[in-house]
């Protein structure tokens, strides 16, 4: 158990943004299509296993101060850190061999996130602002991989809504933090996050809410996907965006909870519902003709 929650599987679910390309490209229901970004989803699931373990060995002193991440298993002393550095030794070299298997623009995208984020572990993090973007690139560099991955073209659109998007979610995870440690006098851990005010993080918070909102709309109706999808039926998705983004807000905002981006996503009923029902609306929209097929309707 102690091994698994140093791998943090729950953190996976961001690899889910390499699945975007392969749905807005109409490649949903090809087997190869499928199977190749399912390939990509579990080699940066792994990498990201990698990265966290990383940065677990390097902050495992400022855990042991923070109020929640003190029982992870390297700040605890269930888990080593020389066990720890043989577990990514052994991620790494299982990446390496499933590396093989897909393009090198793949393999390059990859490298520069394992990079990036290996900088963001030893010294990037402690950059006000800077590491709200580094976590929020993160995010744009699975869905490139995503792309190349199955070796199709990304809308400039979506790359900048996936921009908006990462950045939202990058910063309300560091406002939770902020909230968790800001009255804790004795807290001496993560020095940037002195630095921020929760006033400074909600402006940004809204500023970041209105352009995944406005660049999401925009790429709805672009020339380019009313022309690869055949419709302009895809604008009235956005009706889930923005029920989404207030529906987040509110939870962070008017409860005042601290919990991160991802827990809340995944033990939000109201969230859940309603991300099911955007995923299921943009595929019945994409595939239309497919279905109709299907269901052999004339």
């Known amino acids: 158990m102690a091994v698994l929650r140093l791998l943090r599987p729950q953190q996976w679910l961001k690899n889910f943004f390499i699945f975007a390309p392969l749905i807005f490209s109409r490649h949903l229901f090809e087997e190869g299509y499928f199977w190749t970004s399912s390939l990509a989803f579990l080699i940066f699931s792994l990498l990201s296993s990698t990265v966290y373990i990383i940065n677990d060995i390097a902050d495992r002193e400022a855990d042991r101060m923070h109020p929640v991440k003190r029982n992870r298993p390297i700040a605890t002393g269930k ?98 933090e902020l909230l968790l440690v800001r009255n804790l006098e004795s807290y001496q851990g ?31 109706v672009a ?12 604008i009235f998705t956005t009706v889930f965006v923005l029920f989404g983004i207030f529906r987040y807000l ?28 955007w995923f299921a609306v943009c595929v019945v929209i994409i595939y239309f003709n497919e279905i109709r097929a299907w269901l052999g309707v004339q």
């Open 79 to 176: 888990i080593s850190i020389a066990q720890a550095a043989g577990i990514s030794v052994v991620l790494l070299a299982i990446v390496g061999v499933l590396l093989s298997q897909l393009n090198p623009k793949f393999l390059f995208v990859a490298a520069i996130y394992f990079v990036l984020n290996i900088g963001y572990s030893f010294f990037l993090k402690h950059v006000i602002l800077v590491d709200v973007f580094i976590v929020a690139a993160g995010f744009m560099l699975r869905v490139l991989a995503g792309a190349f991955a199955i070796e199709v073209q990304v809308s400039e659109w979506l790359v900048l809504c996936t921009l908006f998007v990462s950045l939202f979610l990058s910063i309300s995870k560091r406002r939770g």
């Open 190 to 220: 993560r020095a940037v996050l002195r630095e921020y005010e929760v006033e400074f993080m909600d402006q940004m918070m809204t500023i970041a809410a209105a352009g995944m909102a406005i660049s999401y709309a925009l790429y709805t």
């Open 223 to 234: 020339e380019r996907t009313v022309s690869v999808f055949g419709t302009a039926n895809l």
């Open 250 to 277: 509110y939870i962070v905002r008017v409860r005042k909870t601290d919990d991160n981006p991802t827990h809340l996503l995944v033990t939000d009923p109201v969230m859940i519902v309603n991300v099911a029902a």
